[in-house]
RNA sequence: GCCGACAUAGCUCAGCGGUAGAGCAACUGAUUCGUAAUCAGUAGGUCCGCGGUUCAAAUCCGCGUGUCGGCACCA
């Protein structure tokens, strides 16, 4: 006599054990052709599964966001039938649903291309078309292991042998055919609809392990209804625009060529742009306690012997060698040990700490190749790095000042929000578990004074200290990690760094390592698809464009510019023998912010026609008015 | 590094066995014009590199390099 409990709180009775299906009729037929599953005390049910007992039910119907991930999961299943019906022999392993769609991983010898989805696509739509019911069955582990071992399916087989022990197995049939899965299903095939596409292949590792086997992998984006899919298509056209690369062409801002792999050559407006980046962190570092230095590019490589990077990054290290000469030299991949190396010169006390120590340091990694993206992830960039020197005491309050002064520099970005990750111990560490739990404790403190909530990356914390990632993604979708926070009591003791406390004992510094930008490449790529290219005015590498009607204007024209660039602005003349019309066209492709139009009228009052970019209309103001107000206008954040 | 795709003028791309093309940009000339394209002309290419197949290769095949999409990696 299970009793059922609905979300208005209503609860009716049955008889007896009673399906999903059933209970959605008792209510009403319109639910009944609704409803595509259900959740059961929470947990996400097949509708056509029995409750036997008393539970609280919940319908999920398309209007829901859970139809989604449903939907997804569903044509992740129709796409393995698809393919092993056009293709038979490929494998089947898992197929989940992910973020806007689904992806299955195939194992075959002869991967798909992209040339092979339009058929696959058109099969799916038969298997959808067919309005096949999906049937949901327990099985013994054995049985189920030699099910599918009989048919060739060693993954799926290795799956299951790996299932914890608890965990109930089912299967799925949907027609003939069948997959391992924990479930829930829709109804039948023709729940999931028409709005979904076959996006792309790609390979990836069984597992996620590049020990194994690299698998076929399909992804494809499923939605409610077309609608959702064609707006979801438009964002990425959209998105595809600002990518990073195709605006540092289009601007002329960088490029990156073959004899330079990873390393970027920054054009003149690019270089600006850098410039103006690099003077406002500067600024904001002074004002928050950072002493700034410089360190050498090439070091011996006793030094990273001595810090651990040597045997551990070996492999991704350049290596500078000098004929006739004995020493290995080594691009610093990294700047802390140059850091210890500035603290050590001389007796430091703790009346010194905590001692803040900033570098734009330029770093080289050999990267692997498939990481190379854009000035993303290069092979030569330039950390915003510090090292903080202080007691374990001051972590704490390290961190907050930190975690401020990072929120507001991304601010002043435009960033109003980001992820934060925390990593915690990894099972091989240095140190003992007491500092382990001192030093994850203070971060956590630190984060919750600072009110900012995380994410747990269990186990994911460098080798000597657990840390925070400070995490911005990119026009497409994809997340960087630009900041980062990282406790470290390893490297003061492998380096010997060392201060006097107030008791005239001798004691080991903690080291906080941290970055905001992370590189100035990787910050700069994800700052140029924040804005696609319309900067902010203080930002703008070409702030200002001049532009004349007649070449009466030439001269005031020049001279105009002449003032704005004495004002400090970034300026450019255009004198070109065109139609005033061509001008604001080219300047506004290239995002100039302001172009400031003169023609005889303006000549003669010693007055421009300031138009904005994107704007329609245009205000004629006073040549020193303009150039006052521009010149405020360009300041930046933390001068206003 | 692994799987796949791609590499043609400064840029975006077409051509896919038979003497290398378009638009935009550039350059020259004319035009002096009031807020997102004035007109005409000119010039521009080891078709990524090296091999092979063929009477003939940008086009087909192999190797290499790079880029792109993923996977793995990211001190």
Redesign the pocket.
Known sequence: MPAITLPDGSVRAFDGAVTGTEIAAAIGPGLARAALAMEVDGAEWDITREISEDASVKFITRKDDAALELIRHDTAHVLAEAVQALYPGTQVTIGPAIENGF?YDFGRN??????DLPAIEAKMREIIAANIPYHREVWERADAIALFEARGERFKAELIRDLPGTETITIYRQGDWFDLCRGPHMRTTGDIGGAFKLT??????WR???RNP?L??I?GTAWRDQKELDAYLHQIEEAERR?H??IG??MDLFH???EA??SVFWHPKGWKLYRTVEAYLRRRLEAAGYEEVKTPQLVDRKLWEQSG?WE??RK??FIAEVVDEESTLALK??N?PCHVQIFKQGLRSYRQLPLRMAEFGSCH??????????IM?VRAFTQDDAHIFCTEAQITPETVKFVALLSAVYKDFGFESFAVKFSDRPDVRAGSDEVWDRAEGALKEACEIAGVSYTLNPGEG?FYGPKLEFVLRDA?G?DW?CG?L?VDFVMPERLDAEYVTSESSRARPVML?RAIFGSFERFLGILIEQYAGRFPLWLAPVQVAVA??????DDYALEVAGLLQAAGLNVVTDL???????K???H??THVPN?L??????AEDRSV?L?R??G?A?E?LPLEQAIALLRTEALAPDLR
């Open positions: 992806y002869e991967p798909f291309t992209p040339d792309k292949t790609a390979g990836a590792y996620g392990d590049h690299m076929s992998r992804y990518d690369r195709r062409k289009e990156i060529q073959e792999v990873g990077h551990k990054f991704s290290m991949p990294m802390c990694r050999f990267e692997p190749s498939g990481a190379l993206h854009g992830r460098a497409i994809r990690q980062t990282q390592h004349t009607i007649v070449s009466d204007a070109s023998n065109q139609k005033i019309n061509a604001i066209r080219e506004s492709i172009i139009v003169v023609g005889r009228k303006e026609a138009r970019l994107g329609a245009q004629v």
